[in-house]
Structure formats: structure tokens, C-alpha cells
């Protein structure tokens, strides 16, 4: 039987893979993917979440429709993340953090 | 769904999900997510959203991704050269993640009723498309609306971006 605390444990693991990704790896571009692990963490969440909610034999279909809009407002983040990427990379040649430290303090 | 299909899914979701942080070459990373986004979107129909695990494949694993590859290949990225870790920033990645997980497991167990099972549904002959549609369209029409500006904003924001000048 699978109850809705495997789909959270599953979905926490899948986040802190992806923030592992984000704090351990220095590729920008591996770093933009271990993001999109995340986001996809807190839609299965989310999802679990509707599917436990049952109402009139229906499930909450609001978490659906919140994370319609996390996956639409995610693939609009990618489209403008590599598009950032690809102009550092005409600008500098590189896509490692390390050497993209003009900011850094 | 039984807890077979269920475990193996999301197996399959996190051994590839850790190989996307693993592997030194880009585009097996890339590969990886793929195969992860994939079973992430079984693990969706398995809770019975049909609707947002063909968006999940059709997206994700088809939109996405294939942009991802097209960057990797376009900016020609190699793997990367073994070289060696930074000490501090592995030790205190490797401590923020390990509490987190603690964190998650603790608020699971302590959440009252999250070990029962789920309760049966009947969605009718519309099945969930409707639901999710009538709900998208009526109580959050503005919402969809300001999405799709985002969107747009977006696109335009990507073209100005890539022009080869930038003023």
C-alpha cells in the first residue's frame, strides 16, 4: 500500500538531490538541471498533496492547476536562464562558476 | 497502482536523478534527467493526474531537454577535467543536505494521517481534463492570463538577449 508519506519522502530525496546538484557541482549548466530537480520535487508534492485531498470523490484539482503553472513558469526560466548562458559563454568562453567571480566578495 | 510499479518508478526517478549530478559529461547529465523526468511523469499518472504527466513528457522531457542538448552542443562543452574538491564547500554541502533530509523525514512522521491510504475517486466520463480545465479557466483565468504575458515577456526577453550587439 502506498501512502502519501512515501510520495513526500520520495519527493524530499528528489529535492535534496537537486540541491546537492546546486551546491556541490560548478557547471552552470548542471547547475540549471539540478534546479529543475527541485521544481519537479515540489510538483510531486504537490500532486501527492491533491490526490490525498478528496472531496465529493474528486481530488483537489487546485494542486493540479498550481503545478500546470510551476511546469509553464519553469520552462519560460529555462528558455531565459540559457539564453544568459549562452551570452556569458560568447562574453567569457567559459561556463564554470568559479571563473565568473567579478561580483563575487 | 501497486507499491511494485510505485517503488520501481521512483527508483528509476532517483538513481537517474543522482546520475544527473554524477556524471562529468553534460550531455549523459542531460540523458539522465530525461529518464528521470519520465518516470517522474509515471509517478503522476500513478496519483491519477493524467493531464499534468502528459504536460510533465511533453514539456519536460520533450521542450526542455531538447533545448538543454541543443545549448550543450552548441556551446561544445566537454566533460569536465577531474580536479580537486574544494574541501570545506563538499564537507558543508554534504552537512546542509543531510539535515535536510532529516528535516523532510522528521515532518513526515510527526504529519497525522499521511500513513493512510489514499481514498478512492471517481472523476467521471470527462475524466481530469475537464476538471483541471474548468478550474483553470473560471476561479484562475487571471493567473493564466498573467502566465501567458510571462511567457511572452519571456520570448522577447530571450531575442533581445541573443542579438549579437548588446546596447
Keep these: ?105 | 497502482m501497486s507499491p511494485l510499479l510505485f517503488w520501481i518508478f521512483a527508483a528509476i526517478m532517483l538513481v537517474f536523478g543522482g546520475m544527473v549530478v554524477i556524471h562529468r559529461n553534460p550531455v549523459a547529465s542531460a540523458l539522465s534527467l530525461v529518464v528521470s523526468f519520465l518516470a517522474l511523469a509515471a509517478l503522476f499518472v500513478s496519483l491519477d493526474a493524467y493531464f499534468i504527466g502528459v504536460i510533465q513528457i511533453l514539456v519536460y522531457a520533450g521542450a526542455v531537454m531538447v533545448l538543454f542538448l541543443f545549448i550543450i552542443m552548441l556551446l561544445d562543452l566537454k566533460a569536465e577535467l577531474r580536479r580537486r574538491p574544494n574541501l570545506p564547500a563538499v564537507c558543508g554541502g554534504f552537512v546542509v543536505i543531510f539535515l535536510f533530509i532529516v528535516a523532510i523525514a522528521e515532518v513526515s512522521f510527526r504529519f497525522q494521517g499521511g500513513d493512510a491510504s489514499f481514498q478512492p475517486i471517481a472523476q467521471g466520463p470527462q475524466g481530469d481534463i475537464w476538471h483541471v480545465g474548468m478550474i483553470l479557466f473560471q476561479r484562475y483565468n487571471i493567473a493564466l492570463q498573467v502566465v501567458g504575458t510571462l511567457i511572452l515577456v519571456a520570448s522577447i526577453g530571450v531575442v533581445v538577449l541573443s542579438k549579437r550587439e548588446l546596447k
Design chain 1, 1 to 105: 500500500m502506498v501512502t502519501l508519506n512515501d510520495y513526500l519522502i520520495v519527493s524530499g530525496i528528489l529535492f535534496a538531490i537537486g540541491f546537492a546538484g546546486v551546491l556541490l557541482r560548478r557547471n552552470v549548466i548542471i547547475i540549471f538541471m539540478a534546479l529543475e530537480l527541485m521544481l519537479n520535487a515540489a510538483n510531486l508534492s504537490l500532486i501527492g498533496f491533491a490526490r490525498y485531498n478528496v472531496h465529493d470523490r474528486l481530488p483537489d484539482y487546485n494542486g493540479q492547476v498550481l503545478a500546470f503553472f510551476i511546469i509553464t513558469v519553469a520552462a519560460a526560466e529555462v528558455t531565459v536562464g540559457l539564453a544568459i548562458i549562452v551570452a556569458l559563454f560568447r562574453a567569457r568562453q567559459t561556463t564554470h562558476v568559479e571563473d565568473i567571480n567579478t561580483l563575487k566578495f
